[in-house]
């Protein structure tokens, strides 16, 4: 299996248990592949230290069999790479910074170029300071996507983007893919991994959680959900529902967590007059939060059966 990245014992180390620690991920090529963990998980410093913007404590790491220390130019002129946190142009227009970019690299595509402005709704004209974070974020996505890279290094890419740019942004990581380039996603939304990857990497506090298919991880998706109903609140059939648990009401208003399939419980207030429903996507944090304790307490009773 050809591979675009692979580390083996990658580790930064900034003291007091903060970092990444003995990072072995091997992503193939042609693969989008995520890589979730809540905020301050390695995720920035994994892609720094890819892009050798920070360096190693110990460990390596190759993009497409080259050593990201040893050969770090011939590595960026691989990659089209979106940091976490955007450079500061100050008053530079954005078509300016494109050019400049596009220097960097040697040559650009004014075509290619347009058409990304286009989808991502981005005036080139105004000057970077004038820029909302979400504009910042659509001039970062046209650096990255604008030249034939061969892989696709992105850091939170829909942070500050609206949904409609959300949707044009995965059109073009589908595109990406779809030309045989490779696109490695850092995101702490569940979801937003689910719609683009084929396979996701865990990182909590800096250490590899699981790596897996996205089928595999179904056990982390759950939802909170509220809903205002007409009549009495069908508690005793909602918390009988399967996946369905921590079952709350109070007058007309019903909260639970949902795991999973959504259907049952919406085939059960489908019945019913809804006078508002509202769901909650947990962020990752949570989700990791609500897994492990559930881990801990299924291995508790383990033990205590045992005993």
């Not at 002129?77 to 400049?100: I, T």
């Not at 996701?200 to 699981?210: E, F, T």
């Not at 947990?282 to 299924?298: G, I, K, N, S, Y």
Request: hydrophobic share 40%.
């Amino acid at each position: 299996m050809a591979l675009a990245i692979r580390t083996e014992g990658l580790t930064k180390d900034y003291g007091q248990g903060h970092g990444l620690f003995d990072l072995d991920l091997e992503v193939a090529v042609g693969e989008v592949f995520g890589y979730l963990g809540p905020n301050g998980a390695g995720k920035s410093t994994t892609i720094r230290l890819l892009m050798d913007m920070v360096r190693p404590t110990r460990g390596r790491a190759q993009i497409f069999s080259t050593d990201c220390r040893a050969s770090p130019v011939q590595v960026k002129r691989m990659v089209g790479y979106l940091p976490g946190e955007m450079p500061q142009w100050g008053g530079m227009r954005g078509r300016e910074v494109v050019a400049y970019v596009a220097g960097l690299r040697g040559g650009l595509d004014n075509a290619r170029v347009g058409n990304l402005a286009e989808r991502l709704d981005l005036d080139l004209g105004r000057r970077y300071r004038e820029y909302s974070s979400g504009n910042k974020r659509k001039l970062g996505l046209v650096l990255a996507f604008m030249s034939p890279a061969r892989l696709l290094i992105l850091d939170e890419p829909t942070t500050g983007l609206d949904p409609l740019i959300q949707q044009e942004f995965y059109r073009l990581v589908q595109e990406q893919a779809a030309g045989g380039g490779t696109v490695f996603l850092s995101s702490h939304v569940l979801s937003e991994v689910e719609r683009v990857c084929q396979r996701a990497a865990i990182l909590r506090a800096g250490h590899l959680v699981q790596v897996a298919r996205l089928d595999e991880l179904h056990h982390l998706r759950y939802h909170r959900l509220e809903a205002d109903l007409v009549g009495e609140i069908p508690l005793d059939e909602v918390g009988a529902l399967p996946g369905v648990e921590d079952v709350k009401g109070e007058g007309h208003h019903l909260s639970c967590t949902v795991r999973g399939d959504f259907g049952p419980l919406l085939e059960v207030l489908g019945q019913r007059q809804v006078l508002n429903l509202v769901t909650h996507e947990p962020t990752l944090e949570e989700v990791f939060l609500a897994v492990f304790r559930d881990d801990r307490e299924m291995a508790g009773a383990d033990r205590g059966a045992r005993s």
